[in-house]
């Protein structure tokens, strides 16, 4: 029998007394027998077999020198651990013992089985052994524990961290052995990605550990001590260059995700580096790797042309001219490669290289995939909205293709034709003759609507622009929305421009259409707006139908600046092949890469990464979906924007039936239906009362030169502090890291959305924050936050008082039936109940009721004495505090015709009410 078919035997075993001739096997005190039976239970085991009653005897088999069987005993018990914990627990004297064998090829295998193992139960006791292996002589044995750990962390992060498991891996990172390194970085930042406890901040001396260890262990290793690398803030410009050389010599490596993490970190320093020698240096080096990729096999290739593509519009001088025919597309590329092919030729096209790029578009457009041909005939037309000097040599390579008269290169031709007349209006409209010819084979919906815009927007120079909007119209109920709308501004236009009897007769029948018998909201408003345009006033018509058009820009660089540097510092991840931040597509993974990224504030004199386990709150940046502030004068809490732009408030017009009055029509442009790609107005966002900044760390006392003032805010459930940071130092202050310290509403910092700050600027960020119960105090409450900012690797000190407001809940309303009985049950004689006079804004309560509400004090009803002369108002509220979420519920007393008034609170936990009281006369009393 030969060696490859002999394991088969294992698996067609048709005894039926199988079992019981497996345990005598087992019981063998020959090794040879019992390993086979172990192999013959493996494979029952892999088929779906229930083989768990043979633990006991498996276990013995553990005990031998063969690593061969001890490799299947080890594997039998990963398998049924965790559905068998009860018998996992027989193997954890193996695992000890293990641990200790003179060969260190089994300790190594007993500290990984060890991490496999995803059972509670036994994790205490493999504290000991786990201990002993990352302090092992053996390499080997270190460097397998280490990996261990981040698996112990993931079942039991407390454990961990009490046992100082981390500490040990976090020294190891020091170790003589690069593989040993390799495996403590790995471990780090699976721990830091994933802990809301852990946050890693390297330190030069250990990034000169980090690189040294670089060129000797494996390609994994390197791409693990790479992406580390690109997380480090370098504190030199010096550093940068010293970091930047050590990693250069892998863009030579034969793999292709260490090629790219090299890259990625190159381009982190380059942001460092102010050297304009040095920095041409660097992208000449770049530029080779990058080039060597494209000759990868198809999917290798792909992914480095999409990275390629974020360098060029990080590094848009990277490639010189020439360098556009390694992107040319070969025959037998894959499909997705020659798109992507074609999106970095656009962006490398210019006025030298364009008459090579139309050749080669030209002859794409003749090739037999349809979606190919379509994108090399966009490709034609957005190379001439980029190139203004080159525009009419792509509007002839346009014009030869549509006499192909192929269908659908004609309709992604009058596609792109349409951008180009947008672009370059009173240019190139003697070609709308060649495209009328050609109206009989537009089928598509978006190559209809483009040609009825050209017949709209030049309806004075066609001719028979009536004919053929007509031709359309007669399918008017059976297109598509996105033509009807375009079709129905089309017909309004010319009957403005030529208002004949012709054009009054289309446009009274696609009114008509459009408002009487179509059942699509958006046509028939713009149906019944046209209509009392063109009723009331032709002059305003004119001016809101016919305004002036905004410019088609360049699209070729589609990536905002903010979001193209997030995903360079992903390069080699999917992130970058995708376009799309990580956490658009992963999981959780804001508040991984919050924790991982953020640094603890801790004094600078460590040799060692700082693994900050106080700094929890910084998971809460990317759960928060707090980005930075709108700018001034718009709605500062509108900051749900996770690029970071600010949110505008959009208005909405009523649209006024047949038969109601019209209301006067508003000045300015106010109806934006003339482009049926186009949207609606946006109106300004409202203007907020924005309370008064206070000074939180004070330039002329701790704060050694840097201000910033600020406010605790709360907005949709999020807690943020909206700070100013002021500069009054000559250097620019880089690496802001926040940390509080334990305080009566548990509130941790999370990462301030703040790169840097130059000499003498301003500049506004936000502070995202997190309540944390292992952060808490104690039971004395205390509203002061003591506050430490890292800038520089220098700690400045300041202190701030927290408004309850900020920390009262959005869902707190109560109903009447769940006040009554919250209120019936908190007993006076605890102290549970106190008494506060207030002087209120006015006698009206809607005023009082108003301005509570707005601080997440909500009215639940009230109640009229009339013996007494006086109303009774109801609150409640909640905040989190000590873990929980307590109810704090209020009376507020009036006397009719009187502006004072008395307030009675109640709450479970005492020591809320006078906060919560004070917070009121706040409110109230200003």
């Known amino acids: ?153 993931d079942l039991d992060p407390e454990m961990a961290i009490d046992q100082g498991f981390v500490d040990l891996l976090e020294e190891m990172l020091t170790d003589q052995n690069p593989m040993v390194v390799a495996n403590a970085v790995a471990a780090l930042s699976e721990i830091a990605s994933n802990s809301n406890q852990i946050q890693l901040a390297y330190t030069s001396k250990t990034i000169k550990t980090l690189l040294a260890a670089l060129g000797e262990c494996t390609e994994w290793g390197q791409i693990y001590i790479l992406d580390s690398l690109a997380t480090y803030q370098p504190k030199s410009v010096k550093e940068a260059e010293m970091i930047a050389e050590r990693v250069l010599p892998r863009f030579q490596h034969a793999n292709s995700g260490v090629v790219l993490s090299a890259i990625k970190v190159v381009l982190k320093m380059m942001t460092i580096i102010d050297d304009e020698s040095t920095l041409s240096t660097y992208r000449s080096k770049i530029h080779a790797p990058l080039i060597t990729l494209t000759n990868s096999e198809p999917e290798i290739q792909y992914v480095a042309l999409r990275n390629i593509n974020l360098v060029i519009q990080k590094l848009p001088s990277i490639f010189a001219s020439g360098d556009e025919k390694i992107f040319f597309c070969k025959y037998n590329d894959p499909i997705y490669v020659k798109i992507e092919k074609i999106e970095i030729m656009i962006k490398l096209a210019n006025e030298k290289n364009i008459n090579n790029l139309l050749l080669e578009f030209k002859e794409y457009a003749t090739e037999i995939d349809v979606e190919y041909v379509r994108r090399s005939v966009r490709a034609i037309g957005r190379c001439a909205i980029k190139l203004e000097g080159a525009a009419q040599e792509c509007i002839d390579v346009l014009l030869e293709l549509i006499s192909t008269k192929v269908n659908y290169v004609v309709q992604e031709a009058v596609i792109v034709i349409k951008d180009i007349f947008r672009k370059y209006p009173g240019k190139y409209e003697k070609i709308i003759g060649t495209l009328c010819e050609n109206l009989d084979t537009l089928d598509e919906p978006e190559a209809k609507a483009s040609m009825i815009w050209i017949l709209g927007q030049y309806a004075e120079r066609i001719k028979n622009a009536d004919e053929l909007l007509e031709v359309f119209l007669d399918s008017f109920l059976d297109e598509p929305p996105m033509v009807q709308l375009q079709l129905l501004t089309a017909i309004v236009k010319l009957f403005i421009k030529r208002p004949d009897s012709s054009a009054s007769e289309l446009v009274t029948e696609v009114l008509t259409l459009s408002t009487e018998r179509s059942d699509n909201p958006d046509l028939r408003d713009r149906g019944y707006v046209y209509g009392r345009l063109l009723s009331e006033d032709a002059e305003v018509a004119k001016r809101v139908v016919l305004s002036e058009q905004p410019v088609i820009t360049d699209d070729s660089t589609t990536l905002a600046p903010g979001l193209l540097d997030e995903l360079v510092g992903h390069i080699s991840s999917l992130a970058s092949v995708y376009h799309k931040p990580p956490e658009m597509f992963v999981p959780d993974y804001n508040k991984a890469a919050a924790q991982s990224e953020s640094n603890g504030v801790e004094e600078p004199e460590q040799d060692t990464p700082m693994l900050v386990q106080e700094g929890e709150a910084a998971a809460y940046e990317a759960d928060s979906g707090i980005s930075a502030p709108a700018p001034s004068g718009g709605n500062l809490l509108d900051l749900d924007d996770f690029l970071g732009g600010g949110a505008t408030t959009t208005t909405t017009t009523a649209i006024p039936t047949p038969g109601q009055p019209t209301a006067p029509a508003a000045t300015g442009d106010s109806l934006g239906f003339d482009d049926f790609l186009g949207g609606g107005t946006s109106a300004p966002a409202a203007q907020q009362n924005v309370p008064q900044q206070r000074i939180i760390v004070d330039s002329n006392g701790k704060g050694n030169g840097l201000q910033i003032e600020g406010t605790l805010k709360r907005d949709a459930g999020k807690i943020f502090y909206d700070l100013t940071f002021i500069n009054n130092t000559n250097e620019t202050m880089t690496g802001f890291a926040f940390k509080f310290n334990k305080n009566t509403f548990a509130l941790q910092p999370g990462k301030p959305q703040l790169e840097s700050l130059a000499p003498g600027s301003t500049v506004n960020a936000i502070l995202p924050l997190r309540q944390f119960p292992a952060k808490l105090q104690g039971d004395k409450v205390d509203t002061v936050i003591q506050v430490a900012v890292k800038v520089n690797n220098e700690v400045r000190y300041g202190s701030d008082n927290i408004e309850l407001s900020a920390l009262l809940q959005e869902n707190a309303k109560l109903d009447p039936q769940e006040f009554l009985g919250i209120w019936q049950s908190l007993d006076r004689e605890q102290d549970s109940e106190s008494y506060q006079n207030l002087q209120l804004p006015s006698a009206n309560a809607d005023d009082t009721i108003a301005l509570l509400q707005k601080h997440n004090i909500f009215y639940v009803r009230d109640y009229v004495n009339n013996e007494e002369n006086s109303r009774l108002l109801y609150f409640s509220s909640s905040a989190n505090y000590k873990g929980e979420d307590v109810t704090i519920v209020a009376e507020i007393e009036m006397r009719n015709g009187e502006a004072q008034a008395q307030l009675c609170t109640r709450c479970a936990e005492v020591e809320l009410i006078p906060l919560f009281e004070s917070e009121v006369r706040r409110i109230i009393e200003g």
Request: net charge positive; with cysteine; charged share 25%.
């Open 1 to 153: 029998m030969s060696s490859s078919s002999a394991p088969k035997r294992y698996f067609h075993s048709k005894n039926k007394g199988e079992i019981s001739e497996w345990i005598t096997n087992l019981n063998s005190d020959k090794e040879s027998v019992r390993k086979d039976a172990v192999k013959k239970v493996i494979a029952a085991m892999t088929v779906g077999k229930d083989v768990s009653m043979l633990f006991s005897e498996l276990i013995k088999c553990v005990q031998t020198n063969n690593i061969e069987l001890k490799k299947l005993v080890y594997l039998y018990i990963m398998n049924y651990a965790k559905t068998q914990p009860d018998l996992a627990i027989m193997a954890v004297n193996t695992f000890v013992n293990d641990s200790k064998h003179a060969n260190p090829l089994i300790r190594g295998l007993a500290v990984r089985t060890m991490g496999c193992i995803r059972v509670h139960k036994i994790v205490e006791y493999l504290s000991e052994p786990l201990r002993r292996t990352l302090q092992d002589k053996n390499p080997y044995v270190r460097k397998t524990a280490a990996i261990a750990v981040a698996k112990l962390y």
